[in-house]
């Protein structure tokens, strides 16, 4: 039986993906900074973990807790939605210290177990926005897209010890918390001559968000799963139609 450590389980993408590997009898070790069992099916397969990406002792105490493992979900992240001259820089750091910093931190404490075993799979969750620019999400972007270029390079550097490492780039989300949680980080910092500009951003993000061409969590939960079980996929998933719409446009 196979065990799955995903980051970022309280709610969103990383909840639907550690549901999806439950349902597939598959021992699954979520994570998230304040733990909830709750919200989970319970399971003997199932361990819920307190795990804060931005903190070193918190990453060793949950990858010591969770003991071997074949795959690591790098889901955890944050938003930020505001044009980049009202985003103090307090701000933009704890952005990358989650999105980016965070991910290469959990590579990095995971690694020694995988090179060893010659084997275990990587699988880094980031954003459509990195294949579709849009306004007032410049500083989230650049934590996302330093993650893709990260993973590709990485991809190479560890053919060797038999580690496969995946992106999967969801698209535009109707029902996570991203988008509250990236106004919130506003802080009502929006300087007024961007003040027109940003609503009608918003209106239109509003409008996207009811279309038909939004990725659902159990999308991505799939793209997870196709990563983590075939060795034939491309490092790039593609998870919900308008990031696969995008990702074919990038070509």
């Known amino acids: 039986m196979k065990t799955v450590l995903i980051t970022g389980c309280s709610s969103g993408f990383g909840l639907e993906t550690a549901r999806y590997f439950l349902e597939r009898d598959w021992q699954v070790i979520a994570t998230m900074r304040a733990p909830r069992e709750d919200i989970l099916p319970r399971s003997e397969r199932l361990r819920v973990l307190a795990l804060d990406v931005t903190d070193s002792e918190s990453i060793r105490q949950a990858v010591d807790a969770a003991g071997p493992i074949d795959v690591l979900v790098n889901n955890a992240g944050i938003g930020v939605m505001n044009v980049l001259e ?3 820089m307090e701000t933009v750091r704890e952005v990358f210290e989650t999105n980016t910093l965070g991910t290469i931190a959990m590579i990095q404490a995971v690694l020694p177990q995988f090179r060893q075993q010659k084997a275990g799979i990587i699988v880094n969750v980031t954003s459509g926005v990195t294949l579709r620019a849009i306004p007032l999400v410049s500083v989230y972007t650049a934590s996302k897209a330093a993650v893709n270029a990260f993973t590709e390079s990485l991809a190479l550097e560890l053919q060797p010890f038999n580690v496969r490492v995946s992106l999967v780039i969801p698209g535009l989300a109707s029902e996570t918390r991203f988008g509250d949680t990236a106004q ?31 990725t659902r969590p159990l999308d991505v939960a799939e793209a997870v799963w196709r990563a983590a079980n075939d060795p034939a996929s491309p490092v790039r998933i593609a998870a919900g139609a308008d990031a696969v719409a995008a990702m074919t446009a990038s070509r």
């Open 86 to 88: 009202g985003t103090p």
């Open 184 to 214: 919130s980080r506003m802080q009502g910092g929006l300087p007024e001559a961007y003040a027109g500009f940003a609503q009608s951003v918003f209106a239109q993000v509003a409008q996207a968000v009811q279309s038909s061409l939004v």
